[in-house]
């Protein structure tokens, strides 16, 4: 189904409806495809956040250093730690060869 974006003001409602029945679609501007509306999946399987296997969270399920969330963020805060060369000395946060 292909409207345009004055369709999608006016018959906002209908068009909704006709999402949810499962049709897809199209919004057209100035004659060309823009976007595509899509219908979601009548059975969402999993959206308890809590739980382990929650796709969105996938990603972080392995990271240990997340175990405690204060600790992690806490040690994001203390910004970094700059290594110096054994060549080099820092008087009063001024960098210079060691003479």
Known sequence: MEVTLEDLKIQGDEIISRIGEGYDVT????????????????????TDPDDSETELFGLWKDRTELDDVDLYVRRMRQGRKILFRPDYENTNGIITPAT
């Open 27 to 46: 919004i057209i501007h100035n004659g060309k495809a823009y976007a595509k509306i899509i219908p979601l999946a009548d059975e969402i399987t999993n």
